[in-house]
C-alpha cells in the first residue's frame, strides 16, 4: 500500500501468485473513520504538496481508482 509505484507492485503480486490463487488486501480508504485516517488527513495539511506523479496510498482501497491488472 505504501508503495512509490503501485501498478508496479500488483503486477507482482500476481506474477507470483500461483494460479488460481487469491491476493487479499486489507487498505485504508479516504474518509475511513480509523484513527489512523484522520490522523493521516490532519497531517497532511500541514506538509508539503506530494511530488508530480505521486500515487495516494489510500487509493488503494478505492476500487475506481485502481487499473486492470493483466494476468500472468
Known sequence: MFA???QDVAHEMVRVTKPGGKIV???WIP???TLV???LKIS???TPPPPEGF???MLWG???T???IPTC
Open 62 to 64: 478505492v476500487e475506481s
Open 4 to 6: 512509490p509505484r503501485p
Open 44 to 46: 497532511s495539511s500541514y
Open 25 to 27: 488486501m486489507g487498505n
Open 37 to 39: 485516517a484522520q490522523i
Open 55 to 57: 500515487i495516494s496510498p
Open 31 to 33: 474518509g475511513d473513520p
Open 66 to 68: 485502481i487499473p486492470p
